[in-house]
Each structure stands twice: as structure tokens, then as C-alpha cells.
Nanobody, 123 residues
């Protein structure tokens, strides 16, 4: 089992920045990929960004490219999401997730999930 705990959400004005962190514990050696997803009210959960756990190779959904940066610290077993130039449409609950098998942008292909952290961007 892998446990994931997110932190760093909050309320920010449009154009501002937030940094989300996700701490992984348990069988972290089984992780292949760490991702961030988000879910806005009334919408489906969508992929935001992911990064290989033993490696780098980050990739992003088009709507956040150039604004968000995903990074990982293997020594601390954490993955972070730096979010700059935030927009009201970025408002959502953000989830950290772990995939133990392969590269994917599909939420159902991730094995472990955190509890989520709220990000609210006011206009």
C-alpha cells in the first residue's frame, strides 16, 4: 500500500501562485508515476500533470503548460505542483495520485489517491 497526503491548497487571487505538495509513504518503491488531477464542481476529474518517480519526464495537460511545474524529491518522497498565473478556471479540488505500472493520463489507471486539497482562485 501507498499512502498519499496533499497539502498547500487555499484561496488566491487570479494571477497569483500556490504550491501543492504530496507526501508519499508506505511501499513507495512500487511507484512508477506520480500525478496530479483536479475536479471542479459538477465536472469529471481531469489530468493536470505527472512525473516519473524513478526519473523525470514531466508532462502536462495543455491548459496548464507554461504555468504549472511538477517536480519530485525522492529523498523526501514528495511531489510538488507549483502553480503560477492562476486563473479562476483552475478552481478545483486537487488530488495527488500514484501509478505503479505505466504512464497514463487516465484517473482510473492510477492505483493510489490522496484525500484532495481545495484550490480556489478568485477573479
Amino acid at each position: 500500500q501507498v499512502q498519499l497526503v496533499e497539502s498547500g491548497g487555499g484561496l488566491v487571487q487570479a494571477g497569483g501562485s500556490l504550491r501543492l505538495s504530496c507526501a508519499a509513504s508506505g511501499r513507495t518503491f512500487s511507484i512508477y508515476l506520480m500525478g496530479w488531477f483536479r475536479q471542479a464542481p459538477g465536472k469529471e476529474r481531469e489530468f493536470v500533470a505527472a512525473i516519473k518517480w524513478p526519473g523525470v519526464s514531466p508532462y502536462y495537460t495543455d491548459s496548464v503548460k507554461g504555468r504549472f511545474t511538477i517536480s519530485r524529491d525522492n529523498a523526501k518522497n514528495t511531489v510538488s505542483l507549483q502553480m503560477n498565473s492562476l486563473k479562476p478556471e483552475d478552481t478545483a479540488v486537487y488530488y495527488c495520485a500514484a501509478n505503479t505500472a505505466y504512464r497514463s493520463v487516465l484517473s482510473h489507471e492510477y492505483d493510489y489517491w490522496g484525500q484532495g486539497t481545495q484550490v480556489t482562485v478568485s477573479s
